[in-house]
């Protein structure tokens, strides 16, 4: 049963989906449009990691200290090709302000506070039928590394996260997963879900579609009609489309949609990329590398390779030497592999403080925003969605709050017309 209110969600990604589930449960009517195919974008071939002990933001004390130097060098974790040096520096210069301690534990307490509730929304889904509840196995060369993760999750014990305070070393991770090589010291963290993405983002639409919200594809939103500083029509390659609320969930695209109506919104693409494989011996839980930045995802009988963040000019190039590094890495720890698939690319939406934006896009507007999910929009975007169908159901103003998508609004810039 509706309330008479039309929504119209702009993006089928997790951030979108989610969100349009969210709204039909509060009572609206939910059209969603995508330029592709539904969940064809940053959710389709990410690590799958539904994991609190992620849940950190992406500026950290330390980053900025290693200075730009590190930035730039190809194999760097976190990377910004020179060219984009200079197109990003302004939001080079914010996210610097961001890498200390005390915006980290901010953001981590924000992000793990939002984030939980996200495994009950799935339980209540049933969408974790077929999930993977083995853990992840944080490992290194370096026990200061695992001591190091295993400060920077500790405060998440008191959101009730159970996060894990022992080094393994030795024997005692061969006990836990025979596959990791001898000298590795691990962390275990036992509250960790594992999906197929593409899995599971198929068997969300069908929740989503049976929710009652209509689905279209391969409609992209060209125009965004603004009549008395509210969106009043969204404007696809093959209709129009009459909204009471706009939710903008175009991943890094939300930027430029929300550009094109005056509005600046920092969010960038931090782009990642994976591929399988299939290994002499299959890991028993995901393995994240901290020294070689890896992502490691058993997924049946194939096994996922994910990582890198590169800052470049082009999103969708997939440099080779990016790839075989994380090939070489990965080779030193699994060994021998057959049937490596095609790498992918995706591009993780990131704002400068490594916070999502939820929310309102200015006051009086009827335009929300749901993207900024960088690392964790598997992870939080069943809450988020949550989060902003409330906002959007009872008026909130959204403008505090560690997500506020006011938070980096600067005067009015100009509108491109149309
Ligand atoms: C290598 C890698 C590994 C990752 N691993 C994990 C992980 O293990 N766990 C985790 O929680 N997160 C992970 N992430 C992050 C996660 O994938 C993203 O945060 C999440 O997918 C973002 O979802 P989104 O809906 O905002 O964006 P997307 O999934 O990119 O969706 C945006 C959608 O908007 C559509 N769109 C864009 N422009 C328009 C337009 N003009 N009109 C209509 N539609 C439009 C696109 O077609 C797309 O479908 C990973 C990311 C990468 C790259």
Same mark, same amino acid.
């Given at each position: 049963?509706?309330?008479?209110?039309?929504?119209?969600?702009?993006? +089928?990604?997790?951030?979108?989906?989610?969100?349009?589930?969210?709204? @039909?449960?509060v009572?609206?009517?939910?059209?969603?449009?995508? !330029?592709?195919?539904?969940? /064809?974008?940053?959710?389709?071939?990410?690590?799958?990691?539904?994991?609190?002990?992620?849940?950190?933001?992406?500026?950290?004390?330390?980053?900025?200290?290693?200075?730009?130097?590190?930035?730039?060098?190809? %194999? @760097?974790?976190?990377?910004?090709?020179?060219?984009?040096?200079?197109?990003?520096?302004?939001? *080079?210069?914010?996210?610097?302000?961001?890498?200390?301690?005390?915006?980290?534990?901010?953001?981590?307490?924000?992000?793990?506070?939002?984030?939980?509730?996200?495994?009950?929304?799935?339980?209540?889904?049933?969408?974790?039928?077929?999930?993977?509840?083995? =853990?992840?196995?944080?490992?290194?060369?370096?026990?200061a590394?695992?001591?190091?993760?295993?400060?920077?999750?500790?405060?998440? +014990?008191?959101?009730?996260?159970?996060?894990?305070?022992?080094?393994?070393?030795?024997?005692?991770?061969?006990?836990? %997963?025979?596959?990791?090589?001898?000298?590795? +010291?691990?962390?275990? *963290?036992?509250?960790?879900?594992?999906v197929?993405?593409?899995?599971?983002?198929?068997?969300?639409?069908?929740?989503?579609?049976?929710?009652?919200v209509?689905?279209?594809?391969?409609?992209p939103?060209?125009?965004?009609?603004?009549?008395?500083?509210?969106?009043?029509?969204?404007?696809?390659?093959?209709?129009?489309?009459?909204?009471?609320?706009?939710?903008?969930?175009?991943?890094?695209?939300?930027?430029?949609?929300?550009?094109?109506?005056?509005h600046?919104?920092?969010?960038?693409?931090?782009?990642?990329?994976?591929?399988?494989?299939?290994?002499?011996?299959?890991?028993?839980?995901?393995?994240?590398?901290?020294?070689?930045?890896?992502?490691?995802?058993?997924?049946?009988?194939?096994?996922r390779?994910?990582?890198?963040?590169?800052?470049?000019?082009?999103?969708?190039?997939?440099?080779?030497?990016?790839?075989? /590094?994380?090939?070489?890495?990965?080779?030193?720890?699994?060994?021998?592999?057959?049937?490596?698939?095609?790498?992918?690319? =995706?591009?993780?939406?990131v704002?400068?403080?490594?916070?999502?934006?939820?929310?309102?896009?200015?006051?009086?507007?009827?335009?929300?925003?749901?993207?900024?999910?960088?690392?964790?929009?598997?992870?939080?975007s069943? !809450? /988020?969605?949550?989060?902003?169908?409330? !906002?959007?159901?009872?008026?909130?103003?959204?403008?505090?709050?560690?997500?506020?998508?006011?938070?980096?609004?600067?005067?009015? *810039?100009?509108?491109?017309?149309?």
């Open positions: 049963m509706t309330n008479g209110k039309h929504c119209v969600v702009v993006g +089928a990604g997790a951030a979108g989906l989610w969100t349009a589930w969210a709204l @039909s449960e009572g609206m009517r939910v059209t969603v449009l995508d !330029a592709g195919a539904a969940a /064809a974008g940053a959710s389709w071939g990410n690590a799958g990691w539904i994991c609190p002990a992620q849940a950190g933001p992406v500026p950290e004390a330390g980053i900025i200290m290693h200075g730009l130097k590190d930035l730039v060098r190809r %194999d @760097s974790a976190l990377h910004f090709s020179p060219a984009a040096l200079l197109r990003l520096g302004p939001w *080079i210069a914010t996210f610097a302000r961001y890498c200390n301690d005390r915006s980290y534990f901010d953001g981590l307490a924000a992000l793990s506070t939002l984030g939980y509730p996200s495994f009950k929304l799935i339980e209540r889904l049933g969408l974790d039928e077929h999930f993977d509840k083995t =853990g992840l196995l944080a490992i290194s060369k370096n026990p590394d695992v001591e190091h993760f295993i400060e920077k999750i500790e405060p998440l +014990a008191k959101f009730g996260q159970g996060a894990t305070t022992e080094v393994l070393t030795g024997s005692a991770v061969q006990d836990l %997963d025979p596959v990791v090589p001898r000298g590795q +010291a691990a962390a275990l *963290i036992g509250n960790h879900w594992q197929v993405p593409h899995k599971y983002m198929a068997a969300l639409i069908e929740k989503v579609v049976a929710a009652g209509e689905i279209r594809e391969h409609e939103v060209e125009h965004l009609h603004v009549r008395d500083g509210r969106v009043r029509a969204v404007r696809t390659n093959r209709d129009v489309h009459e909204g009471d609320h706009v939710v903008l969930a175009a991943g890094v695209n939300t930027t430029a949609l929300a550009r094109s109506i005056g600046h919104l920092p969010v960038i693409g931090g782009k990642g990329y994976s591929f399988d494989v299939r290994p002499g011996r299959m890991p028993k839980q995901a393995i994240q590398t901290l020294d070689t930045h890896l992502a490691i995802s058993p997924m049946g009988g194939t096994l390779v994910a990582g890198a963040m590169d800052f470049t000019n082009s999103p969708t190039r997939i440099p080779k030497r990016r790839v075989d /590094a994380m090939q070489r890495s990965a080779r030193a720890l699994l060994g021998p592999w057959t049937d490596q698939s095609a790498p992918w690319s =995706g591009l993780r939406p704002a400068p403080d490594g916070l999502p934006m939820i929310g309102r896009l200015a006051p009086d507007s009827n335009v929300f925003v749901a993207t900024g999910y960088q690392m964790l929009g598997m992870t939080i069943p !809450a /988020a969605g949550v989060h902003l169908a409330e !906002a959007i159901a009872t008026g909130d103003d959204g403008r505090t709050g560690p997500f506020s998508a006011q938070r980096f609004a600067r005067k009015k *810039i100009r509108a491109y017309p149309r």
